[in-house]
């Protein structure tokens, strides 16, 4: 049991999106979203780890093409307020930012500067 334990998936470190344009793709998540870079890679990207020690980056490989990322769900607070401010700063929602509810949560689906998709997510208690 102590080999299974020591081997055993206990999270998740990080989760990259692929970037066509680094220097834009940086601004999109500092400015427009606000995120505090806390690992730049210069012209390959970069981290931004968060309050609760996970990290989102960003990374412009040179031995691949750009494909569009999905799948990651960022956690609000306040999900209609987030919506209208991100909103205001330029950020593209599905159905001009439509909150979809589900039995556990609601979600806003957006994307980002380089065509990734994106959710702004507020669980239920």
Partial sequence: MAVLEKVAIQG??????LVKDV?????????????????D????GGEFTFGDDTT??????DDQEWRRGG??????DDLPAAVE???????KFDEDGKIEESPGC?????????GNNFILHKRKA
Avoid: N
């Fill in 12 to 17: 998740v470190d990080a989760a990259i999106y």
């Fill in 23 to 39: 220097d834009r793709a940086k601004k999109f998540w500092q400015d427009t979203m606000g995120c505090t870079m806390t690992m």
């Fill in 41 to 44: 890679y210069g012209p390959y």
């Fill in 56 to 61: 989102f980056g960003l990374y412009k490989p």
């Fill in 71 to 76: 799948g990651m769900i960022f956690r609000v």
């Fill in 85 to 91: 401010h991100y909103k205001s700063r330029g950020v």
């Fill in 106 to 114: 609601w979600m806003a689906f957006a994307e980002d500067s380089e």
